[in-house]
C-alpha cells in the first residue's frame, strides 16, 4: 500500500478496507514500518520498532476485531505488554519487561490491532514535554524546534506524521490533551474509571490517570473508547456504562447546548493572545451551529489545588521510583534520574499519610464546586494550553526546582487541563485553529462526569464543520 493512500485513511477506514479485503493486515503492517523509517528520524516518535512481534501476530492470526489489522503504537509508559520492555522514559527503569498484558493491552489486542513500537515519553510522565535524557527530544511535526507536549508526545507526533492514524496515550494531568494541542490532534480525556488500568494497580495518582488514544479522527477515539471501556473484576470504580456507543453518537448532532466559554486560567497565570483567539473562533462556531455560548466558569482556590496535586503527584513519583529501585535492585539518584525527577521523588518520600490525606480533601472541595457548575452548563469551552507550541528544551527536567517551583512552571503553560484529572470529568482538545505561523492550537471541552456522549456528538458536529484532519504538518510521510 502506497503510503499517500495510508495516510489518507483513519483507522476506522484502515479496519473496513481490510474487511472488504482491498488491503491485507500484512500490507498495511509494511507501510507502518516504511513510514516509521521514513520520518522517524526527523521526530524520534518511535523509541522501539517491535517488527518481530507484528509479523509473528499476523503468522498466529488477528482476532476479528473492530481495527483488525491496523497498525498501532504504545506509549512507554503505565500499560505493558507481554514481553515488551518498557522504560518508562527512565535510565532507572530500562529494561523492565512485564510477563503479563496489562488489562487494556490485552483489549487492544482484541480489537484486532497490530503493535509496531514504542512511543517515547518523559521521564515517568512528569513533563508536559516530551524530552527525556534517556531517549532524547521528541520534534514536533509542525515545527521540528518545537515540542510535540506531554506527556503523550511520542504518540501524538507520531499520528500528527502520519506514521499511525491513531495511538495509545495516557492521562494524570493533560498528558493526552496538551500534546493533542500542539500536534493538532483530537484527544479526548475519558471519565475517571471508563478504561481499567488493572490489574496491576487499583489507579493512577489517586484517580487522576486515565488511558486512551490521540488520533486524527474523532471516530477512531470513539470506536476505540467502545472497544475498551468495559470494567475488569476488582476494579475499585468505574464509570456509568454508555447508552449506546460512542461511534454511533458522533454520528449524531447534539441538542442545543450551553457552552460556558472561559478565556482566563483560574490561577490568573496569562494566556497568549493565539490561544484566546482560538477559543474565541471556537464560541463563534459553536454559536454559528447553534449553541447557546455564555461567559462564564468554575472558580476555586487554583493555589489550594496546585498545592495538593504537587502532593498527589511527589507520593506517587516517590512510591514508584522506590518500588522500581527495590524490584531492580537499582539505588534511585541523580545518576540514574532526571534532577527534576529526583528532586520531587525525594519530596515525596518526605510527606506524611496526613499531607496526602489533606490534598484529597482539597480534591474533593474543588470536585464539589466544579461538578456545581455542570449543573447549569452543559460543556466548558477553555483554551487547552497558555501558550502555542513552545520551543525544546523550554521545560528543561535537568534544571535545579524545588518540587513547588517545577508544578508552579509547568500550570504556567498548561493550566487548565489538571482540574479535570481531579474531578474525573471527561475533556478533550480539539484542533479548530492554527495561528500565522502555521501552529495548531487546540481549545478544550469538558463535560459533565460520565457523559462523554455529549463531548463525542459535539465533537462530531465540529469535525463536519470544519474538517481538520487533511492538514498535514510540513513533516509527514507523504511530505518526506
Partial sequence: ?????????????????????????????????????????RLNAVIDVREAEAR????????????????????????????????????????????????????????????????????????????????????????????????????????????????????????LRIPASLCGLFGMKPTRGRISIGPDVAE???????????????????????????????????????????????????????????????????????????????????????????EAGPTYDARLLNSAMTTVWAAALANWVQGLGAMLGRTPGPENLETTTWEVARFGAGLKVSDLQAALAT??????????????????LTPTVAVPPFKLGVMNAMEPRAPEDWYAYVFSLCPFSAVFNVTGQPAMSVPLYWNAEGLPIGVQFAGRFADEATLFRLAGQLEEARPWAARRPPVHVTAA
Fill in 56 to 175: 509473528n501476530l499476523l503468522k498466529q492470526g488477528l482476532p476479528e476485531g473492530p481495527f483488525r489489522g491496523v497498525p498501532f503504537l504504545i506509549k512507554d509508559l503505565v500499560l505493558h505488554a507481554a514481553g515488551v520492555p518498557t522504560d518508562l522514559g527512565s535510565r532507572l527503569a530500562k529494561g523492565v519487561v512485564f510477563p503479563h498484558d496489562s488489562a487494556l493491552a490485552a483489549r487492544f489486542k482484541r480489537a484486532g490491532l497490530v503493535t509496531v513500537g514504542r512511543t517515547n515519553t518523559p521521564e515517568f510522565g512528569n513533563n508536559a514535554t516530551t524530552e527525556p535524557v534517556l531517549h532524547g527530544p521528541t520534534r514536533n511535526p509542525w515545527n521540528l524546534e518545537r515540542s510535540p507536549g506531554g506527556s503523550s508526545g511520542g504518540s501524538a507526533a507520531a499520528v500528527a506524521a502520519g506514521i499511525v492514524p491513531v495511538a495509545h496515550g495516557n492521562d494524570g494531568g493533560g498528558s
Fill in 363 to 380: 480534591f474533593n472541595v474543588v470536585s464539589r464546586t466544579v461538578g456545581a457548575f455542570f449543573v447549569e452548563h452543559d460543556v466548558l
Fill in 1 to 41: 500500500m502506497h503510503l499517500d493512500d495510508y495516510s489518507r485513511f483513519d483507522a476506522v477506514g484502515l479496519a473496513e478496507l481490510v474487511r472488504r479485503k482491498e488491503v491485507t493486515p500484512e500490507e498495511l503492517l509494511q507501510a507502518a514500518l516504511a513510514a516509521i523509517a521514513r520520518v522517524n528520524p
Fill in 204 to 294: 493512577a495518582l489517586n484517580g487522576m490517570g486515565v488511558e486512551h488514544v490521540v488520533s486524527r479522527s474523532v471516530r477512531d477515539s470513539a470506536a476505540m473508547m467502545d472497544a475498551t471501556c468495559a470494567p475488569e473484576p476488582g476494579d475499585p470504580y468505574y464509570a456509568p456504562p454508555p447508552e449506546r456507543p460512542f461511534l454511533d453518537e458522533v454520528k449524531h448532532k447534539p441538542r442545543r447546548l450551553r457552552i460556558a466559554l472561559s478565556r482566563k486560567a483560574v490561577s490568573g497565570v496569562p494566556v497568549s493572545a493565539d490561544c484566546v483567539a482560538a477559543v474565541e473562533d471556537a464560541a463563534r462556531l459553536c454559536v454559528e451551529l447553534g449553541h447557546e455560548v455564555v
